[in-house]
T-cell receptor, first 109, second 117 residues
Framework: GQNIDQPTEMTATEGAIVQINCTYQ??????LFWYQQHAGEAPTFLSY??LDGLEEKGRFSSFLSRSKGYSYLLLKELQMKDSASYLC??????????WGAGTKLIIKP | GAVVSQHPSRVICKSGTSVKIECRSL??????MFWYRQFPKKSLMLMAT?????????EQGVEKDKFLINHASLTLSTLTVTSAHPEDSSFYIC?????????????FGPGTRLLVL
């Protein structure tokens, strides 16, 4: 079956760095996405990785290792507004998005 | 980035009525749009894939006669919840696939919160 695992909840301190991990087992792979979702709102696109390596975009970076079926989202200089759920999603061989359950990130002052 | 709009953002209706939700891609053409449903504190659940000019593909367990999807143009897909009941109350989110730029990204609408009384 297809499976995406990410931690249910993480807590971090304002100004610090946090890494949210995602491991996946899917039938084929055509890219991995990270989305941010604030409570009561729709997800917003953060990043896309299809090749191995690190993609940096401002305070957020996303890393992919296809051989390990592993990705992480790195958030630097955490701000209170970063408190949200972070969703990992993989596009399989049929270009269907398979979703993780999301990681709720709590930022403390 | 690409923008997807969704209307209405919130709707309250009586049991037995039908509700139509519109999803529009504002600055790109989307041959494929997706409809999701999300229950509180749960991940997104794909309901159906909407393809312009053809019938939607429904996920297992989703009643196609209850959730009518029409993708009439490259920028508009509609979801109609027919004869809505309280158990249909949920957060409905659409997304549109943008294939430009060499990779396909899904951009989400803001969602529609449906409450059936």
């Amino acid at each position: 079956g297809q499976n995406i695992d990410q931690p249910t909840e993480m807590t971090a301190t304002e100004g610090a760095i946090v890494q949210i991990n995602c491991t996946y087992q899917t039938s084929g792979f055509n890219g991995l996405f990270w989305y941010q979702q604030h409570a009561g709102e729709a997800p917003t696109f953060l990043s896309y990785n299809v090749l191995d390596g690190l993609e940096e975009k401002g305070r957020f970076s996303s890393f992919l290792s296809r051989s390990k079926g592993y990705s992480y989202l790195l958030l630097k200089e955490l701000q209170m507004k970063d408190s949200a759920s972070y969703l990992c999603a993989v596009t399989d061989s049929n270009y269907q998005l398979i979703w993780g359950a999301g990681t709720k990130l709590i930022i403390k002052p | 980035g690409a923008v997807v709009s969704q209307h209405p953002s919130r709707v309250i209706c009586k049991s037995g009525t039908s509700v139509k939700i519109e999803c529009r891609s504002l600055d790109f053409q989307a041959t494929t749009m997706f409809w999701y449903r999300q229950f509180p504190k749960k991940s997104l659940m794909l309901m159906a894939t909407s393809n312009e000019g053809s019938k939607a593909t429904y996920e297992q367990g989703v009643e196609k006669d209850k959730f009518l999807i029409n993708h009439a143009s490259l920028t508009l897909s509609t979801l109609t919840v027919t004869s809505a009941h309280p158990e249909d109350s949920s957060f409905y989110i659409c997304s549109a696939r943008d294939g430009a730029g060499g990779h396909e990204t899904q951009y989400f609408g803001p969602g529609t919160r449906l409450l059936v009384l």
